[in-house]
């Protein structure tokens, strides 16, 4: 089996805590499966010794022990099929649980390759197929092969003759499903894989279902999903057919076997060297045999679609986090931050090196408590560069050092909880204001939140909500405008005053003047701190110490307002075309 269904061998014992009851459960399905091999033998008694001999007590004896053993097969099957549940849950709680913890500590870089609509499906109707393949092969891997040896081992020693029928059915059974096994593995692989893409348009239109209407897309999205939607559906006939072949292939080797039976075990009874009991008796055992064959048809092909999933799980279980942290590292004091970021002749590239890069060659530093601006054209590369701060990538080339350390050496969570950023898509979690603004740090006192708000200029917006800062947010924070959530995300960057701030381009959704009042305040709450705006506006980095004009992802100017203005006609341009309507000598 292992080499058979490598992936879903390897899912089956991964939950340690299966183990004794996967013993327990297979003690059963021996006692299970004795008992009820131990029927047809009293059938044999009954007729032969009883009925035919005319001897009453023989026949309540052997129907008292037929009853008494029917009655612990179907006990020990019950127990069975709850600790097949029982495994079958277990495995699946076990393997979410795992795979999410997984998935949460992938870094940016694994999550571009796995979409969400992918992940969904892999939490949830590949672990569902786990956990039937995990609770029918309890019930069924050893029962149906151990039912049909002994069948086979009781007609051999009472009539050797007879055993060739057998063996010959279950040589053919045996083949076919060989032959249907093959072909349903790739079935299987292949209609995850469409539901996959189904899942993911479903992810991606549902949550962008507001822009679909206001570009009137209906009418597209509905031709591309009813493509992959028909895709999955034959995708999903495929394996159905194949497997439909199996019920009618098993009855008609029962009736071929069921007859050939008859006719030679009755040749037998003639010539006198069986009784008719023992036929009767062989007939329950070969029925015994077809049934578990017939049972197999139908758990075998849930068992093999479950590889497939397995094979996915096992995808993300062995993904390692392109983004890791030195082993043995001791996290150091936060107080020994200051606040010093410098890029070394750093390069990146999303698909790694040799790459196209996104960022080039880029060299600049930023003392503590400086403001450093990045301005340039979208795409650009100013989102990659700040990323790369937090260490949601790693640098592909050269190197960026916070306080003199190369931030590869630094943990990453104590990293990014000295590296506060406000993301360029604000995202908000269903909670309270309150929780959304404390997210990285559960227990922080509501003056520090309210102080924060207060900044982000987001206390004006706050404090007219009936609930204030226990008023409700809705997921993703769809009950608050753009400019809200971009000053609730500056609050929540900004509330553990981190010695390193980031602003992806978090103030465009706000307007000029508040802009200036949530700089000001910033300067004033975080004086030391230092931080890295992102902008395409030129109003918002005005003040900073350094602006950084990048263009194609390379530096293209780097000086503060009055050089820049002075000397770099790119930067003259953006300023004529932002802020034309102003006067110079109005500006600082
Ligand atoms: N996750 C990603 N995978 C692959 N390529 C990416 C990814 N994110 C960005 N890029 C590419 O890297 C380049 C720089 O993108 P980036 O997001 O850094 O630009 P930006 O300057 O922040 O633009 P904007 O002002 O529009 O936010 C772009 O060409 C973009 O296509
Ligand atoms: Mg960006």
């Known amino acids: 089996m292992t080499a058979i269904l490598p992936n879903l061998s390897r899912m089956l014992v991964i939950y340690k805590g299966a183990w004794g009851w996967i013993a327990l459960s297979q003690l059963f399905v021996v006692l299970g499966a004795t008992f009820m091999l131990m029927i047809p033998a009293q059938i044999s008694t009954l007729i032969d010794q009883g009925v035919i001999s005319g001897n009453i007590s023989v026949v309540v004896d052997s129907s008292l022990a037929m009853l008494l053993f029917a009655i612990l097969a179907g006990a020990f099957s019950l127990a069975n099929l709850y600790i097949?549940?029982?495994?079958?849950?277990?495995?699946?709680?076990?393997?979410?649980?795992?795979?999410?913890?997984?998935?949460?500590?992938?870094?940016?870089?694994?999550?571009?390759?796995?979409?969400?609509?992918?992940?969904?499906?892999?939490?949830?109707?590949?672990?569902?197929?786990?956990?039937?393949?995990?609770?029918?092969?309890?019930?069924?891997?050893?029962?149906?092969?151990?039912?049909?040896?002994?069948?086979?081992?009781?007609?051999?020693?009472?009539?050797?003759?007879?055993?060739?029928?057998?063996?010959?059915?279950?040589?053919?059974?045996?083949?076919?499903?060989?032959?249907?096994?093959?072909?349903?593995?790739?079935?299987?692989?292949?209609?995850?894989?469409?539901?996959?893409?189904?899942?993911?348009?479903?992810?991606?239109?549902?949550?962008?279902?507001?822009?679909?209407?206001?570009?009137?897309?209906?009418?597209?999205?509905?031709?591309?999903?009813?493509?992959?939607?028909?895709?999955?559906?034959?995708?999903?006939?495929?394996?159905?057919?194949?497997?439909?072949?199996?019920?009618?292939?098993?009855?008609?080797?029962?009736?071929?076997?069921?007859?050939?039976?008859?006719?030679?075990?009755?040749?037998?009874?003639?010539?006198?060297?069986?009784?008719?009991?023992?036929?009767?008796?062989?007939?329950?055992?070969?029925?015994?045999?077809?049934?578990?064959?017939?049972?197999?048809?139908?758990?075998?092909?849930?068992?093999?679609?479950?590889?497939?999933?397995?094979?996915?799980?096992?995808?993300?279980?062995?993904?390692?986090?392109?983004?890791?942290?030195?082993?043995?590292?001791?996290?150091?004091?936060?107080?020994?931050?200051?606040?010093?970021?410098?890029?070394?002749?750093?390069?990146?590239?999303?698909?790694?090196?040799?790459?196209?890069?996104?960022?080039?060659?880029?060299?600049?530093?930023?003392?503590?408590?400086?403001?450093?601006?990045?301005?340039?054209p979208t795409g650009s590369g100013k989102s990659t560069l700040v990323h790369l701060v937090s260490r949601f990538y790693d640098v592909t080339e050269g190197r960026i050092t916070i306080d003199g350390t190369d931030i590869r050496e630094i943990p990453q969570d104590y990293l990014r909880s000295i590296v506060r950023i406000a993301l360029q898509e604000s995202v908000l979690f269903s909670g309270t204001i309150r929780e959304n603004i404390a997210f990285g740090q559960r227990d922080m006192p509501d003056e520090q939140v309210m102080a924060a708000s207060v900044s982000a200029e987001a206390d004006a917006f706050i404090s007219v909500i009936p609930s204030g800062y226990d008023s409700h947010v809705a997921r993703r924070g769809a009950n608050f405008s753009g400019g809200q959530k971009q000053r609730l995300s500056i609050a929540r960057a900004i509330a553990p005053k981190p010695g390193i701030l980031i602003l992806d381009d978090s103030t465009s959704a706000v307007d000029v003047a508040t802009e200036s009042r949530i700089q000001a305040a910033l300067a004033d709450v975080i004086p030391g701190t230092t931080q890295l705006i992102v902008a395409q506006r030129i109003s918002t980095v005005l003040m900073a110490d350094q602006i950084i004009l990048l263009d194609k992802g390379e530096i293209v100017e780097k000086g503060n307002h009055q050089n820049l203005l002075a000397r770099s006609p790119l930067y003259r341009e953006i300023f004529e075309s932002q802020l034309g309507g102003i006067r110079r000598e109005d500006i600082p």
């Open 84 to 376: 097949a549940a029982r495994v079958g849950e277990g495995t699946a709680h076990y393997l979410r649980k795992e795979i999410y913890r997984k998935i949460q500590s992938f870094s940016f870089g694994n999550l571009d390759r796995h979409p969400v609509g992918e992940l969904l499906v892999r939490l949830t109707s590949d672990i569902y197929q786990i956990n039937m393949a995990a609770s029918y092969s309890i019930r069924f891997i050893l029962y149906a092969p151990f039912m049909i040896l002994v069948a086979l081992v009781i007609i051999y020693t009472s009539s050797p003759s007879l055993v060739w029928i057998f063996v010959m059915v279950i040589l053919i059974t045996g083949a076919m499903f060989g032959i249907i096994s093959m072909l349903l593995q790739g079935q299987y692989r292949a209609r995850q894989h469409d539901l996959d893409a189904v899942n993911n348009v479903l992810q991606e239109d549902f949550s962008g279902v507001r822009v679909i209407k206001a570009f009137v897309r209906q009418d597209y999205e509905n031709n591309r999903f009813r493509t992959l939607n028909e895709k999955f559906r034959a995708a999903s006939l495929s394996p159905l057919r194949t497997s439909a072949f199996i019920l009618p292939a098993i009855f008609l080797i029962l009736g071929c076997s069921n007859a050939l039976v008859i006719w030679y075990g009755g040749l037998l009874v003639i010539a006198g060297t069986m009784g008719v009991g023992q036929i009767i008796a062989f007939t329950q055992y070969f029925f015994f045999i077809l049934g578990q064959l017939w049972i197999l048809s139908f758990v075998l092909p849930q068992i093999i679609s479950a590889e497939a999933s397995a094979g996915r799980l096992a995808v993300l279980i062995d993904t390692r986090p392109l983004v890791t942290d030195l082993d043995g590292e001791e996290t150091p004091a936060p107080s020994g931050v200051v606040g010093r970021v410098v890029f070394e002749n750093v390069s990146f590239s999303y698909e790694g090196p040799g790459g196209k890069e996104a960022i080039k060659n880029i060299s600049f530093s930023a003392e503590p408590g400086q403001t450093i601006a990045f301005l340039g």
